[in-house]
């Protein structure tokens, strides 16, 4: 595929800072790998001083594997393309002294943090434990200190969270820790106040690119800004249509902000649309239509008029599921090898719809992917086990050693760490060389510290074991030893900790495997578990599978052929967006689900569905109103098609009775 011109403008364009704002489906990802190719190639900048910034990894790796195919091997060392969260830690890393913290810093997980942050809350609740953390996290990510957090607070709740937050920052320092929030706020801090850093940085990075910058929030814009300078040298992309991440502190004022930061930003609109027929992108230009405009754009394609977009009134979720498993099903019996399972996706607004379509799909013998699902390495009980396998592999693994100390509680708190944590600094030593020194042991009472030698001991002792014993039997004992089973069914509610136990057992059961068949103890295992994922092998061994997905995780991929369910009132556009006058943002994501489709792109929604035990009887959603008429078929209400026709019904039953004769 050439360049259209406004691509190739984009691509050769150095003259300053600039703003592509790319349409979905415009070829965006190609032009920033073009873009790095050109800078390397011909306007000769060395790669080290190239990074190209993306939000996910995902889309760091797909970006790294199209440069690769256009840069020889030696031109492309020293570049940098990788998330915001990396270049943070990088620079973290690099400069942690000037922060206070000793190079192996610590980086906690969610369920470390909420951990801590659980400990520190007065609430047990789990909801109220999710604002808690949620709001600290926005206030880190508008770069509000707990001091100021507590000084602006409009409320009660809002004081005791500044508190709270205040207690976690302690605590976080005490540890030699950081959270996923710190590792853009405290860098961007860093350079903000340190212009020897600062500068020091800006010469490292000479040009920058920044995909989906509208997905910024106040932290990374301002990491960004100092990065560049004043006088900007970078591409920022982005398309304030697509901004569907504010309730995580993403903030599309910032495609406003570099109008007014750099006054002489040049912006190309790219509106060519390479993904989808001119029907669906004239239904997702006239959703998107109704939203204010930050930079008004039309896509459009040449890839034909394309299929009416169909919209079906369902009588309810479960027969919702059916009608669109029989459309899958149906679609690929007459199609044949010319579309796959992995051809389709049926996209949604919250999680908790996929269980009765999951329910349709196995009942159809149909496989199915579920994107967005946890990992299993990411699960809490799974991590917990593997903190000690890394212990045992290195153990001045500091991350790990915070884990395993504290889970299960064995009578070391907060502030035995912190003591411990103090000789590390001053001793320049790990978490565990700190816990060996009786120095450092002197300072405790003698409570803690026999905890801390139990500990110890255990650690040592399966240290010497482990290249002797059978991983799977070294690691079955120390889980007997530190009674995790009993750990997890006294600290979960109903059957939680017998599904976290099974988790712990399949780990258990593929370790065991991994050591008998590729000879291996539990030391060599712990080197290989880092490079892998079971969601990894689940694509590999099922790529051919209808893929579900929420809205949200959907964003930046696409499909032959999309369902949008539960297109109703109250579901999307959710209720809560609706109350709190944020409909805006829910047109955006029903603008990102339009866009995922190439050829074909059907909404269904329900008569009546069943909330909370009771029917409710909602609207079809506000958006469908918004569609042109020209280009939507109604299928199912009152006075409509139905929604499976004569001639498809003919073609149903004779596919049944060619299967029962051949039965």
């Given at each position: 595929?050439?360049?259209n011109?406004?691509?190739?403008?984009?691509v050769h364009?150095?003259g300053g800072?600039?703003?592509?704002?790319?349409?979905?489906?415009?070829?965006?990802?190609?032009?920033?790998?073009?873009k790095i190719?050109?800078?390397?190639k011909?306007a000769?900048?060395?790669p080290?001083?190239?990074a190209a910034i993306?939000?996910?990894n995902?889309a760091?790796k797909?970006?790294q594997?199209?440069v690769r195919?256009?840069?020889?091997?030696?031109?492309?060392r020293?570049?940098?393309?990788?998330?915001?969260?990396?270049?943070?830690?990088?620079?973290?890393?690099?400069?942690?002294?000037a922060?206070?913290?000793k190079?192996?810093?610590?980086?906690?997980?969610?369920a470390?943090?909420?951990?801590?942050i659980?400990?520190?809350?007065?609430?047990?609740?789990?909801?109220?434990?999710f604002r808690a953390?949620?709001q600290?996290?926005?206030w880190?990510?508008?770069?509000i200190?707990?001091?100021?957090a507590?000084?602006?607070?409009?409320?009660?709740w809002?004081?005791?969270?500044?508190?709270?937050?205040a207690?976690?920052?302690?605590?976080l320092m005490?540890y030699?820790?950081?959270?996923?929030?710190?590792?853009i706020r405290?860098?961007?801090?860093?350079?903000?106040e340190n212009?020897?850093l600062?500068?020091?940085?800006?010469?490292?990075?000479r040009?920058?690119?920044?995909?989906?910058?509208?997905d910024t929030?106040?932290?990374?814009y301002?990491l960004?800004?100092?990065?560049?300078?004043?006088?900007?040298m970078?591409?920022?992309v982005?398309d304030?249509?697509?901004?569907?991440y504010a309730?995580?502190?993403a903030?599309?004022?910032?495609?406003?902000?570099?109008?007014?930061d750099y006054?002489q930003?040049?912006?190309?609109k790219?509106?060519q649309?390479?993904?989808?027929?001119?029907r669906?992108l004239r239904?997702?230009?006239?959703v998107?239509a109704?939203?204010?405009?930050?930079f008004?754009?039309?896509?459009?394609?040449?890839?034909?008029?394309?299929?009416p977009?169909?919209v079906?009134a369902c009588?309810?979720e479960?027969?919702?599921a059916e009608?669109?498993v029989d459309?899958?099903?149906y679609?690929?019996n007459i199609?044949g090898d010319?579309v796959?399972?992995?051809?389709f996706?049926?996209?949604?607004?919250?999680?908790?719809?996929?269980r009765?379509?999951?329910?349709?799909?196995?009942?159809?013998?149909?496989?199915?992917?579920?994107?967005?699902g946890?990992?299993f390495f990411?699960?809490a009980?799974i991590k917990?086990?593997l903190?000690?396998v890394?212990?045992?592999?290195?153990s001045?693994?500091?991350?790990a050693?915070?884990?395993?100390?504290t889970?299960?509680?064995?009578?070391?708190?907060?502030?035995?760490?912190?003591?411990l944590?103090?000789?590390?600094?001053?001793?320049q030593c790990?978490?565990f060389q700190a816990?060996?020194?009786?120095?450092?042991l002197a300072?405790?009472n003698?409570q803690?510290?026999?905890?801390v030698?139990?500990?110890?001991d255990?650690l040592q002792?399966y240290?010497?074991n482990?290249?002797k014993?059978a991983?799977?039997s070294?690691l079955?004992?120390?889980?007997?030893d530190?009674?995790?089973?009993a750990h997890?069914?006294?600290?979960?509610e109903?059957?939680?900790?017998?599904?976290?136990?099974?988790?712990?057992?399949?780990?258990l059961?593929w370790?065991?495997?991994k050591?008998e068949?590729?000879?291996?103890?539990?030391?060599?295992?712990?080197?290989?578990?880092?490079l892998?994922?079971?969601?990894?092998g689940?694509?590999?061994e099922?790529?051919?599978a209808?893929?579900?997905?929420t809205?949200?995780a959907?964003k930046?991929?696409?499909?032959q052929h999309v369902?949008?369910?539960?297109c109703?009132e109250?579901?999307?556009?959710h209720?809560?967006?609706i109350?709190e006058?944020?409909v805006?943002?829910e047109?955006?994501?029903m603008?990102v689900?339009?866009t995922?489709?190439?050829?074909?792109?059907?909404l269904?929604?329900c008569v009546k569905?069943?909330?909370a035990?009771?029917?409710?009887?909602?609207d079809?959603?506000?958006?469908?109103?918004e569609?042109?008429?020209?280009?939507?078929?109604?299928?199912?209400?009152?006075?409509s098609e139905p929604?499976?026709s004569?001639?498809?019904?003919k073609?149903?039953?004779a596919?049944?009775l060619?299967m029962?004769?051949?039965?």
């Amino acid at each position: 595929m050439s360049f259209n011109s406004q691509q190739r403008e984009a691509v050769h364009y150095l003259g300053g800072p600039l703003l592509v704002l790319a349409g979905a489906g415009s070829g965006k990802t190609r032009v920033i790998t073009q873009k790095i190719a050109y800078l390397i190639k011909e306007a000769e900048y060395p790669p080290h001083q190239v990074a190209a910034i993306t939000f996910t990894n995902k889309a760091a790796k797909e970006m790294q594997e199209r440069v690769r195919q256009l840069l020889r091997k030696p031109q492309t060392r020293g570049l940098t393309v990788c998330t915001f969260h990396s270049l943070g830690m990088r620079i973290l890393r690099e400069e942690a002294a000037a922060a206070g913290y000793k190079k192996q810093f610590s980086i906690l997980d969610s369920a470390d943090s909420g951990k801590i942050i659980g400990e520190l809350f007065s609430s047990s609740g789990r909801e109220a434990l999710f604002r808690a953390r949620h709001q600290i996290s926005l206030w880190k990510n508008a770069f509000i200190e707990p001091e100021i957090a507590a000084v602006q607070a409009e409320n009660d709740w809002e004081r005791q969270i500044a508190a709270l937050y205040a207690g976690y920052q302690a605590t976080l320092m005490s540890y030699q820790a950081v959270d996923f929030d710190d590792l853009i706020r405290i860098p961007a801090a860093l350079l903000r106040e340190n212009s020897e850093l600062r500068h020091k940085w800006q010469r490292r990075l000479r040009y920058l690119l920044v995909d989906e910058c509208q997905d910024t929030n106040n932290c990374q814009y301002a990491l960004m800004r100092l990065l560049t300078g004043a006088e900007g040298m970078f591409t920022a992309v982005g398309d304030d249509d697509q901004s569907i991440y504010a309730w995580r502190g993403a903030n599309m004022e910032n495609l406003r902000l570099l109008q007014q930061d750099y006054p002489q930003l040049k912006i190309i609109k790219l509106e060519q649309n390479y993904r989808s027929t001119a029907r669906i992108l004239r239904v997702a230009n006239q959703v998107i239509a109704n939203n204010p405009k930050l930079f008004p754009k039309t896509l459009w394609s040449e890839y034909g008029l394309g299929e009416p977009i169909h919209v079906i009134a369902c009588l309810h979720e479960t027969h919702e599921a059916e009608v669109i498993v029989d459309r899958i099903a149906y679609h690929k019996n007459i199609s044949g090898d010319r579309v796959c399972y992995a051809d389709f996706a049926v996209l949604y607004r919250g999680n908790h719809q996929s269980r009765v379509l999951e329910e349709a799909l196995r009942s159809r013998r149909i496989p199915y992917r579920v994107s967005g699902g946890q990992s299993f390495f990411d699960k809490a009980e799974i991590k917990d086990v593997l903190a000690y396998v890394r212990l045992l592999a290195n153990s001045d693994d500091d991350p790990a050693f915070l884990r395993a100390v504290t889970t299960p509680k064995r009578g070391i708190g907060e502030a035995t760490l912190s003591k411990l944590n103090h000789y590390a600094q001053a001793a320049q030593c790990s978490l565990f060389q700190a816990a060996k020194s009786e120095t450092a042991l002197a300072e405790l009472n003698t409570q803690n510290r026999v905890h801390v030698q139990t500990f110890m001991d255990l650690l040592q002792t399966y240290q010497r074991n482990a290249e002797k014993i059978a991983a799977g039997s070294l690691l079955q004992n120390l889980l007997q030893d530190i009674a995790y089973e009993a750990h997890l069914l006294t600290a979960e509610e109903g059957k939680s900790g017998e599904i976290k136990w099974r988790n712990v057992q399949d780990l258990l059961r593929w370790i065991s495997r991994k050591g008998e068949e590729d000879g291996k103890n539990i030391i060599e295992i712990a080197q290989t578990i880092a490079l892998m994922t079971l969601l990894e092998g689940k694509d590999t061994e099922e790529s051919d599978a209808v893929n579900l997905s929420t809205l949200h995780a959907a964003k930046g991929l696409e499909w032959q052929h999309v369902f949008l369910a539960g297109c109703e009132e109250g579901l999307f556009p959710h209720a809560d967006s609706i109350n709190e006058g944020n409909v805006e943002e829910e047109r955006r994501l029903m603008y990102v689900g339009i866009t995922r489709a190439r050829s074909t792109l059907t909404l269904t929604h329900c008569v009546k569905r069943k909330r909370a035990g009771n029917w409710e009887f909602p609207d079809p959603s506000r958006f469908i109103d918004e569609m042109p008429t020209d280009d939507i078929k109604i299928l199912g209400r009152k006075g409509s098609e139905p929604i499976v026709s004569k001639e498809e019904g003919k073609t149903r039953l004779a596919g049944i009775l060619d299967m029962l004769a051949k039965k």
